[in-house]
């Protein structure tokens, strides 16, 4: 067992993934490369190979829909051994958390979704009781106490300032506001409407999943 990729919505999306990796010259996704000057490229050689394998994935991860996907590399070999296995150069798309976990510990960090740690400890900000307001939509309360983890209104919070806000006014003021955006369903990054920052949908994502870790 050399790495576990794992994050999908579901089983349907992790199978379609499945397939893509196992045939990434056959797949749709590699076709739309010329169309994004950074996606990565397929390996030129040996593809079944550990670092061909690894690259094939890192590529697949650096388009649509995967690149929307808050995903995670787990890499079960020693760092010792990715020099023998070639794989010590590889280059991951940003969006793509990359990190070490021995085979042992995967059932435990399989479901580990806490990804505060990648805002430099930024918590979110909820405001006084009667003002915690989304700064998009400015309708719902956001506060702890009124239903902030419902699946119809999920939310998230800025990496960098730690406004809370809905994922899903998030995801619309990012469509309306860009003609790139309003083609795809989910935006790759967006901007915090108080600090007018950008970070990656996916982490949007992890952070939102932080916060039901909350309860």
Request: with cysteine; aromatic share 6%; proline share 7%.
């Given at each position: 067992?050399?790495?576990?990729i794992?994050?999908?919505?579901?089983?349907?999306?992790?199978?379609?993934?499945?397939?893509?990796?196992?045939?990434?010259?056959k797949?749709?996704?590699?076709?739309?490369?010329?169309?994004?000057?950074?996606?990565?490229?397929?390996?030129?050689?040996?593809?079944?190979?550990?670092?061909?394998?690894?690259?094939?994935?890192?590529?697949?991860?650096?388009?649509?829909?995967?690149?929307?996907?808050?995903l995670?590399?787990?890499?079960?070999?020693?760092?010792?051994?990715?020099?023998?296995?070639?794989?010590?150069?590889?280059?991951?798309?940003?969006?793509?958390?990359?990190?070490?976990?021995?085979?042992?510990?995967?059932?435990?960090?399989?479901?580990?979704?806490?990804?505060?740690?990648?805002?430099?400890?930024?918590?979110?900000?909820?405001?006084?009781?009667?003002?915690?307001k989304?700064?998009?939509?400015?309708?719902?309360?956001?506060?702890?106490?009124?239903?902030?983890?419902?699946?119809?209104?999920?939310l998230?919070?800025?990496?960098?300032?730690?406004?809370?806000?809905?994922?899903?006014?998030?995801?619309?003021?990012?469509?309306?506001?860009s003609?790139a955006?309003?083609?795809?369903?989910?935006?790759?990054?967006?901007?915090?409407?108080?600090?007018?920052?950008?970070?990656?949908?996916?982490?949007?994502?992890?952070?939102?999943?932080?916060?039901?870790?909350?309860?």
């Open positions: 067992m050399l790495a576990v794992h994050g999908f919505q579901d089983k349907t999306q992790a199978l379609m993934f499945e397939w893509a990796w196992q045939n990434p010259f797949s749709v996704h590699p076709k739309i490369h010329g169309h994004r000057p950074d996606a990565l490229a397929l390996p030129a050689d040996r593809p079944k190979s550990a670092s061909g394998c690894l690259q094939s994935l890192a590529a697949l991860a650096s388009v649509p829909p995967w690149s929307l996907c808050p995670t590399l787990s890499i079960c070999a020693p760092r010792r051994q990715w020099e023998d296995l070639e794989i010590q150069a590889l280059i991951f798309p940003p969006h793509l958390r990359v990190r070490f976990s021995p085979l042992a510990d995967m059932s435990d960090n399989v479901a580990l979704y806490d990804y505060r740690h990648q805002c430099d400890s930024v918590t979110p900000q909820w405001g006084e009781e009667t003002e915690s989304c700064p998009i939509c400015r309708e719902c309360n956001l506060s702890r106490s009124n239903g902030q983890h419902s699946q119809s209104r999920r998230t919070y800025c990496a960098h300032c730690g406004a809370v806000a809905h994922l899903a006014c998030i995801a619309s003021r990012e469509r309306e506001g003609a955006a309003a083609d795809s369903l989910l935006p790759e990054t967006v901007t915090c409407l108080v600090c007018e920052k950008d970070m990656h949908w996916s982490l949007a994502v992890r952070l939102g999943r932080s916060l039901e870790t909350d309860e």
